[in-house]
């Protein structure tokens, strides 16, 4: 039984708790030593981390346990740093949301403008989590969950020494929505980047099953925070792939700018008052078990990714999974640093990608083209403040595009998360 020391970096996000009974899952083959919970939120690292130790008593689980608001302590040790933040909290998401709604332009906090200036936030502190990193534990293994995650992977790989893996739980939900369907047995090929990712083929026993799929109109369930617009069968035949939920912002954009315009509350605010909710119930100091009110939050299944790749890479199990790393020569298409989405063997030395085969779907080619250049820009911008490649990432990215309604978006954003934004008022 390997023993690790994790570090859990935002430890005061309601969904912690999941995390936890995610490790206690697997208590048979990954033996915790010492597990950190930081958090710079007294309130929440308080309340949530209590729980997660009651929620590890209960279990049995004999381990050194820290609650810190100290970065350097918690990552004393570490064998994997778990990272789940959240730079401005709900109320810099509901900026996120709602701002660009005055442009007519979709409020998303992972994708357009407003996945945009979530990962400008983010980026400055990821870039001091993985300096203490390299500095307090080299080797180990950055987990990330920060989202948007493939951007904020991009970053960590291409901008630091850290060994970095990205996650999304959309992937697990696309594949078992999939076995749902056609049996347990299933192969398939997924392509992407982080929420923006497609199926394009799947297989029982040798057997192709893609065109069954698509003309029945299959499509994987959405996530809780994503309102289901479906995709007709004229899409699906379009565009030849079973499309990722996010995937909805492309092709239901009006639908889906239409619905934020309508809706009495931002997604924010219906989180807020869920997180309120849930960390009333955390305080409950009977309370040692996950509650079911977890699953109204969009983070369905993500205890089973993030431990499941803990524990392959910690026992060397060279399982499947669908992470965020770089392309190498899986992808021609793409350059070989640039981050993907895509299945990948893991073990002992991380994860390297399963040969897709090669990839004749133009619409999918196009679309992943032009949103990784956004993402590269963005990239580039969070990193140096550089309000060009700000303004290039957005006329690229095909949710804004609009000169006027980009440039003058983003002058109240960036004014709108000035405490969050160093790279860009470094010179004031």
């Given at each position: 039984?390997?023993?690790?020391?994790?570090?859990?970096?935002?430890?005061?996000?309601?969904?912690?708790?999941?995390?936890?009974?995610?490790?206690?899952?697997?208590?048979?083959?990954?033996?915790?030593?010492r597990?950190?919970?930081?958090?710079?939120?007294?309130?929440?690292?308080?309340?949530?981390?209590?729980?997660?130790?009651r929620?590890?008593?209960?279990?049995?689980i004999?381990?050194?346990?820290?609650?810190?608001?100290?970065l350097?302590?918690?990552?004393?040790?570490?064998?994997?740093?778990?990272?789940?933040?959240?730079?401005?909290?709900?109320?810099?998401?509901?900026?996120?949301?709602?701002?660009?709604?005055?442009?007519?332009?979709?409020?998303?906090?992972?994708?357009?403008?407003?996945?945009?200036?979530?990962?400008?936030?983010?980026?400055?502190?990821?870039?001091?989590?993985?300096?203490?990193?390299?500095?307090?534990?080299?080797?180990?293994?950055?987990?990330?969950?920060?989202?948007p995650?493939?951007?904020?992977?991009?970053?960590?790989?291409?901008?630091?020494?850290?060994?970095?893996?990205?996650?999304?739980?959309?992937?697990?939900?696309?594949?078992?929505?999939?076995?749902?369907?056609?049996?347990?047995?299933?192969?398939?090929?997924?392509?992407g980047?982080?929420?923006?990712?497609?199926m394009?083929?799947?297989?029982?026993?040798?057997?192709?099953?893609?065109?069954?799929?698509?003309?029945e109109?299959?499509?994987?369930?959405?996530?809780?925070?994503?309102?289901?617009?479906?995709?007709?069968?004229?899409?699906?035949?379009?565009?030849?792939?079973?499309?990722?939920?996010?995937l909805?912002?492309?092709?239901?954009?009006?639908?889906?700018?239409?619905?934020?315009?309508?809706?009495?509350?931002?997604?924010?605010?219906?989180?807020?008052?869920?997180e309120?909710?849930?960390?009333?119930?955390?305080?409950?100091?009977?309370?040692?078990?996950k509650?079911?009110?977890?699953?109204?939050?969009?983070?369905?299944?993500?205890?089973?990714?993030?431990?499941?790749?803990?524990?392959?890479?910690?026992?060397?199990?060279?399982?499947?999974?669908?992470?965020?790393?770089?392309?190498?020569?899986?992808?021609?298409?793409?350059?070989?640093?640039?981050?993907?989405?895509?299945?990948?063997?893991?073990g002992?030395?991380?994860?390297?990608?399963?040969?897709?085969?090669?990839?004749?779907?133009?619409?999918?080619?196009?679309?992943?083209?032009?949103?990784?250049?956004?993402?590269?820009?963005?990239?580039?911008?969070?990193?140096?403040?550089?309000?060009?490649?700000?303004?290039?990432?957005?006329?690229?990215?095909?949710?804004?595009?609009d000169?006027?309604?980009?440039?003058?978006?983003?002058?109240?954003?960036?004014?709108?998360?000035?405490?969050?934004?160093?790279?860009?008022?470094?010179k004031?």
């Amino acid at each position: 039984m390997k023993e690790i020391n994790v570090a859990i970096i935002g430890s005061g996000s309601t969904y912690c708790p999941e995390l936890i009974d995610g490790f206690l899952k697997v208590q048979d083959s990954l033996k915790l030593k010492r597990i950190s919970f930081m958090d710079i939120d007294d309130r929440k690292r308080t309340i949530v981390g209590n729980l997660c130790i009651r929620m590890l008593k209960h279990a049995g689980i004999d381990c050194e346990t820290v609650i810190t608001d100290d970065l350097d302590t918690a990552l004393q040790g570490a064998d994997f740093v778990v990272t789940q933040i959240r730079v401005g909290k709900l109320p810099a998401r509901h900026l996120d949301e709602t701002i660009p709604l005055k442009y007519n332009l979709i409020g998303q906090e992972t994708t357009g403008i407003g996945g945009f200036f979530k990962a400008q936030r983010t980026i400055p502190i990821i870039k001091n989590i993985c300096d203490k990193i390299e500095s307090i534990c080299p080797d180990a293994w950055l987990i990330n969950f920060t989202n948007p995650s493939g951007i904020i992977t991009e970053f960590v790989l291409n901008n630091t020494n850290v060994k970095c893996i990205g996650l999304c739980n959309v992937p697990i939900d696309m594949i078992d929505d999939t076995k749902e369907d056609l049996g347990e047995e299933i192969e398939y090929t997924y392509v992407g980047l982080n929420h923006l990712s497609w199926m394009t083929s799947v297989r029982v026993n040798g057997e192709e099953k893609i065109e069954q799929l698509l003309s029945e109109g299959f499509t994987p369930k959405v996530m809780a925070n994503i309102k289901d617009d479906g995709f007709s069968l004229e899409t699906l035949r379009a565009i030849h792939a079973v499309p990722s939920s996010y995937l909805q912002y492309y092709y239901c954009r009006n639908a889906k700018l239409s619905h934020l315009l309508e809706g009495e509350k931002s997604r924010a605010q219906v989180c807020m008052e869920i997180e309120e909710q849930l960390l009333e119930m955390y305080s409950d100091e009977g309370l040692y078990i996950k509650p079911a009110l977890l699953d109204e939050r969009g983070g369905h299944k993500y205890s089973l990714v993030a431990v499941n790749l803990i524990n392959a890479i910690a026992n060397d199990i060279n399982d499947v999974q669908v992470v965020n790393i770089k392309n190498g020569n899986t992808l021609p298409f793409l350059k070989p640093d640039d981050v993907i989405e895509v299945a990948a063997r893991v073990g002992k030395d991380g994860a390297k990608a399963i040969p897709v085969g090669e990839i004749t779907n133009r619409h999918i080619i196009g679309l992943m083209r032009v949103v990784k250049e956004y993402e590269n820009y963005t990239v580039k911008a969070g990193r140096d403040g550089d309000e060009e490649a700000a303004l290039n990432a957005l006329l690229i990215h095909p949710l804004v595009g609009d000169w006027e309604a980009a440039h003058n978006c983003f002058e109240e954003m960036k004014e709108a998360h000035r405490q969050y934004l160093p790279q860009y008022f470094k010179k004031i």
